[in-house]
């Protein structure tokens, strides 16, 4: 992390730093003081939030939830501690400490809520702090993509996932979490279960960043260390795992269930195990092991059995720990040497020894050495793997066996090699870390040999009630750090061996993982930059292919629209029979001359190629019209009508002045398409309003202008009394839009007076 | 009469839509002027047909006497024959503006918004004033 900022002197992050230790330090307390509640069973508490959608603000709070909310508010107060020294000077510190905390309330929320709707609303804020956090530093064009990445990732998986949540909640009958899950064989019977378990795994894996999805999770990395402690290792990535562990009881226990989830598991874990061993960034490194740990918490929610549920909870609460006081420490390391150049960082002991207790505390519980709680985790695993049947243990073991002993080399290259040895040259003189900044991995590294020391207290509390949680029944869980001579203890030792040996020549393997991955053909980052790029590409054809640009064809479709839609709800609802009683008898004469004259003079206007003969044809039409109204009692509008016809006749004929002449008609002036778009429309006119004349007539509010007419508004002539009375504010509303076209107009003809002759 | 007055709005309607159509901005101007007097017809109509009374209260009467011509779309159409007419002059100013800003009427050519590719930017096709007030039938005559 760069200091090239403008320092803000600001003593811990200022009021914003406080409160930001503050509230997660309190809530830590809080569930504190609820554990012993929760050991004897789960609660329920609600209030409705949409009642009309069933969707309740409503909180589950069991083991599975109280693990998490420790972990999130426990592991939320080192970060926020040690964020008001590390970044407390920086100019934008407290729009960080905003997003931080909204994380952390989104965090909260997700592993709380009962609801799923809410469950997925509090996913979503997640995703969109992680977007904000991962993007922090804005001005880098590798952070905005990194964090978009992340963004789009993550969002759209949570897109999936609520489509999997509705069709569940369907199923089910009730958004509540805490009644789906007692409804496990009926949801596992449902035709439905396949399509609502794979929209589910689809929202975990993306989030938990599962192979294919995982390439989002190194590149998360762009944003400041103890943002990658927290939600990129501690937490949020964890959302997919707390998903799968949640729905266990509800979705798991099932073929399709068994395989995904081990498969992607352990091809995760062991890609992401690899891949580790390649980065000589040690955050990266630390990024590749929370894959690995993501991989082989999914593995084990998929395996299923007591012990596998016992081995992943575990894991969760170890992994948890030992890797978020990594990140801190590899924070602190870089802050003080400027550099996380594995090749380059050397025999730091002496100048950082806290940072170095830290380190090793954390990384011989990721090495799975006893006595750290570490290797309570890994024995179960192996317990887990062996238990099962078939290919299934041969291949957890196996994906197991491969992830650890990679565990082991990580270990060492993060935390053994920066200290031991002679010091090396670093970009910086190292020196110790301050306070703030310690107390986090020193806290959780001393935890981690705490439980490793009394894992009783571990399995009692937290992994015990979140086992009953996940299986959905109650089981004894007993947690131990020596279970005797058994198959798990010698594949320990095997693991040790062979990540003793790798450790050895770990530089020869990197060298030759980075030779091969320039040779490699597979690339889900270059892959991803050409899936946006094929976006845009669909996107930009799709808008040439509708958006022409030409005028005419958005007339002719939004015509040729009308004609369907409404031509063809017309043939469906069989609205012909509505006009049927309509007839030519009784027709004047006058009648037949005024209606001709009409027909005559439209059918004119298109006729003519003469812009006057034109002018004089919508005259004739206009006039028709009045004719009509004046037939049918309607003086009034009749006047209104010739009025402005000759306005309109004379308006169009002094504009002509200046405007161009029609082209002349030739055989291509004909176009059949659009003669057909308008004969449609003509068609289409003539039955809805042959239907309309044909309809039962509602004369009430006719009735109410005529009674009310004179008594209240002392008029004789009903439309005007409508006009300026009953409807006074529409017609007001009238002028004001005429109004509006006169000034508008007149600003479009400013400045187009005819030019004098300049002689 | 309700059916004849069914098949002359839909011949007015057809031509207006044909005419709207056109790529010649007049043209179209032509169109919205007949299409709004079909719709004032259809509104009309809408209310049904009365010969010969039209709605009013004659002296010493509190209401009509006898059966009288339905007010109610009478005064929807006096208002949208002053909206259309607005609705037409502000359509002129903006087809005459246009005229004498880009020099052409057809819709096609009036692309300074959407350019049809990127040459047409650079290549000053956006240059404004092209037309020539003093001629504006350039080559498209036809005589009166």
Known sequence: ?759 | MELLLAITIGIVVATSVYLMLDRNALRFLFGLVLLSNAVNLIIFAGGRLTVGAPPLIPDGAYAPVGVVANALPQALVLTAIVIGFGLLAFTLALVYRTFMTLGTVNSDEMRIAEPRDKRELDTGRLGMGKADPEHPATGQEAGI
Not at chain 1, 303 to 318: D, K, R
Not at chain 1, 545 to 569: C, D, E, K, N
Not at chain 1, 639 to 657: D, K, P, W, Y
Not at chain 1, 733 to 743: F, K, Q, R, S
Request: aromatic share 10%.
């Open chain 1, 1 to 759: 992390m760069a200091d090239d900022y403008p320092k803000v002197d600001r003593v811990m992050g200022g009021p914003a730093g406080w409160i930001s230790i503050a509230f997660p330090a309190v809530l830590f307390l809080y569930f504190l003081g609820l554990l012993p509640q929760i050991v004897t069973g789960p609660q329920v508490h609600g209030i409705d939030w949409v009642p009309s959608l069933g969707i309740r603000l409503s909180v589950l709070l069991d083991g599975l939830s109280m693990t998490f909310a420790l972990l999130i508010t426990g592991i939320g107060t080192a970060v926020t501690l040690y964020s008001a020294r590390y970044l407390g000077q920086h100019p934008d510190y407290p729009r960080f400490v905003c997003y931080l905390l909204m994380f952390m309330v989104g965090m909260l929320g997700l592993v709380l809520a009962d609801n799923m709707i809410s469950l997925f609303v509090f996913w979503e804020v997640t995703t969109i702090a992680s977007y904000l956090l991962i993007g922090f530093n804005a001005d880098s064009a590798k952070s905005r993509r990194s964090a978009l990445q992340a963004l789009l990732l993550t969002g759209t998986g949570g897109l999936v996932m609520l489509g999997g949540m509705i069709i569940l909640g369907n199923v089910a009958g009730t958004f509540e979490l805490s009644q789906i899950l007692e409804m496990g064989d009926m949801v596992r019977a449902h035709p439905w279960y396949m399509g609502i378990l794979l929209l589910f795994l689809a929202g975990a894996f993306t989030k938990s960043a599962q192979v294919p999805f995982h390439f989002w999770l190194p590149n998360a990395m762009a944003a400041p260390t103890p943002v990658s402690a927290y939600l990129h290792s501690a937490t949020m990535v964890k959302a997919g795992v707390y998903l799968m562990a949640r729905m266990n009881p509800a979705l798991g226990s099932t073929e399709a269930w068994f395989w995904i989830l081990t498969i992607f598991g352990g091809i995760t874990a062991v890609l992401a195990s690899v891949m580790a061993l390649r980065q000589t960034d040690i955050k990266q490194t630390l990024a590749y092991t929370t894959l690995m740990a993501l991989g082989s918490l999914t593995m084990f929610i998929g395996a299923g059995t007591h012990y596998a549920i016992v081995a992943a909870m575990t894991f969760l609460v170890v992994h948890s720990l030992y890797k978020a006081a990594l990140f801190l420490m590899i924070g602190i390391v870089d802050h003080a040497t400027g550099t996380r150049d594995a090749t380059m960082l050397r025999g730091l002991r002496k100048a950082m020894p806290l940072t170095g207790l830290a380190a090793a505390l954390a990384a011989v519980s990721m090495a799975g050495i006893p006595p750290m709680v570490g290797f309570v985790g890994k024995e179960f695993m192996y317990k887990a793997g062996l238990g099962l049947d078939g290919f299934g243990a041969i291949w957890v073991t196996a994906m197991i066996f491969a992830a650890s002993a990679m565990m082991f080399v990580t270990g060492g290259i993060v935390a053994l090699k920066p200290f031991a040895g002679d010091l090396a040259e670093t970009p910086t003189p190292a020196h110790e870390g301050p306070w703030p900044m310690l107390a986090g991995p020193l806290v959780l590294g001393g935890l981690s040999l705490f439980f490793g020391l009394v894992p009783g207290v571990l399995g009692h509390y937290l992994v015990g009630p979140a086992t009953h949680a996940v299986e959905g029944e109650v089981h004894e869980v007993h947690l131990y750090l020596w279970g005797g001579v058994n198959t798990a203890l010698i594949l320990s030792l095997l693991t040790f061996l062979a990540g003793w040996l790798l450790y050895r020549s770990h530089e020869s393997i990197r060298a030759r993982l980075i030779a091969f991955e320039a040779r490699s053909p597979i690339d889900f980052d270059a892959g991803w930059d050409r899936l946006l790029d094929g976006f845009k590409a669909v996107a930009g054809w799709q808008t040439r292919l509708i958006q022409t640009g030409s005028l005419q064809r958005y007339m002719a479709v939004t015509f040729a629209s009308f004609v369907v839609l409404v031509g063809g709800t017309y043939l469906v609802k069989g609205a012909f029979g509505a006009g049927l009683g309509l007839t030519t008898a009784s027709v004047h004469p006058v009648q037949w001359t005024v209606l001709a004259l009409i027909a005559v003079g439209s059918i004119l206007v298109v006729w003519t190629h003469s812009r006057m003969t034109a002018v004089a044809a919508m005259g004739v039409v206009g006039i028709g019209v009045s004719l009509i109204f004046i037939m049918f009692s309607a003086p009034d509008v009749a006047i209104t009508q010739l009025l402005v016809e000759v306005l309109v006749v004379v308006l169009v004929s002094l504009a002509m002045l200046r405007l161009p002449y029609l082209p002349r008609r030739s055989k291509a002036s004909f176009r059949p398409g659009h003669a057909l778009i308008a004969g449609g429309v003509g068609v289409v006119t003539t039955f809805l309003t042959i239907s309309v004349l044909g309809s039962p007539f509602d004369r009430r509010l006719t009735t109410f202008f005529e009674a009310a007419s004179y008594p209240e508004a002392h008029g004789r002539n009903i439309v005007n009394v409508i006009l300026v009375d009953f409807r006074a504010l529409d017609t007001f509303g009238e002028i004001t839009v005429v109004a509006m076209a006169a000034l508008a107009a007149l600003a479009l003809l400013r400045g187009t007076a005819p030019r004098k002759e300049e002689n």
